[in-house]
């Protein structure tokens, strides 16, 4: 297991699966489709994904992911992402970024931001709007990472609004994916 710190969010990745046995009932979502599924306590998963404060797992066949909040029913610490209240009364760009770059596609080990799906970001007073893309238009995970973008925005301090708009033009390539991202997934 590798641990990297990015900021105030731990970022974990497995590079070998692991069967691991769930420490009480939980709530997943399918991955690509959102729909949630209960997972009953003692029920051993094998956990594939661990980035960006979501779990990503197989149980019966099927790809799940189970939120930060849960991390206790796989054995882990959950994570929240916290941040200090900037003094200067704005809402601090870095920690929207910081925040864009903790979520993660399910399938895909990097950060939304670097494999480009992130094409603009704009503050006005409480509100934060960002514009992004999906890797595939019918990409079932779509509203799913839009709802994690918004959950995870609402925890930036003075950010009492988000908007995230899902738009397909320009379409998304490989090479919207920033260097590391691309030497991440052996792709130079």
């Known amino acids: 297991m590798r641990i990297r710190t990015v900021g105030v969010a731990r970022v974990f990745q497995f590079v070998e699966r692991r069967v691991v046995p769930l420490q009480r009932s939980v709530t997943a979502r399918l991955v690509p489709t959102g729909t949630e599924l209960s997972i009953p306590a003692g029920t051993f998963v094998t956990l594939t994904q661990a980035m960006g404060g979501t779990y990503t797992v197989v149980h ?9 909040e849960d991390a206790d029913a796989l054995g882990f610490e959950p994570e929240v992402l916290s941040f200090e209240t900037p003094t200067d009364g704005n809402i601090s760009i870095d920690q929207v970024w910081e925040v864009l770059r903790s979520v993660h596609d399910p399938e895909i080990p990097v950060n939304i931001v670097d494999l480009g799906l992130v094409y603009d970001v704009a503050v006005k007073q409480s509100l934060v709007d960002v514009r992004m893309t999906l890797t595939a238009p019918g990409c079932g995970m779509g509203p799913v ?17 988000t908007n995230v708009e899902l738009v397909f033009e320009p379409p998304w390539s490989r090479d919207m994916m920033s260097a590391e991202a691309q030497l991440e997934l052996g792709l130079f």
């Open 60 to 68: 019966n066949g099927n790809m799940a992911r189970i939120e930060a």
């Open 145 to 161: 990472l839009v709802e994690d973008v918004k959950r995870r925005l609402l925890r930036v301090p003075l950010v009492a609004e």
